[in-house]
């Protein structure tokens, strides 16, 4: 079953950094689009609940250096 949720991103400045997360992310199993606003420090994800969690994607986002901020 898929969802969709917003994540408060910490720590971007460019906007390298911003396709670096939606890179991460979209090697992760479950995941099926990442699309991150530098401006808004959010990332739009939907995902599949069955094969992840979001805290699978806070462990991706954090691995990567930048700060998971929460949900919404
Ligand atoms: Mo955005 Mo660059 O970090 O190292 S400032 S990718």
């Given at each position: 079953l898929n969802?969709?949720?917003?994540?408060?991103?910490?720590g971007?400045?460019?906007?390298?950094?911003?396709?670096?997360?939606?890179s991460g992310?979209?090697?992760?199993e479950?995941?099926?689009?990442a699309?991150?606003?530098?401006?808004?420090?959010?990332?739009y994800?939907?995902y599949?609940k069955?094969?992840i969690s979001?805290?699978?994607?806070?462990?991706?986002?954090?691995?990567?250096?930048?700060?998971?901020?929460?949900?919404?």
């Amino acid at each position: 079953l898929n969802d969709k949720i917003q994540v408060k991103v910490g720590g971007m400045t460019c906007a390298m950094c911003a396709k670096a997360i939606e890179s991460g992310l979209e090697q992760l199993e479950g995941i099926i689009d990442a699309t991150v606003n530098l401006g808004a420090e959010t990332a739009y994800i939907e995902y599949n609940k069955d094969l992840i969690s979001t805290e699978d994607i806070k462990r991706v986002i954090e691995g990567l250096g930048y700060q998971f901020l929460g949900t919404g």
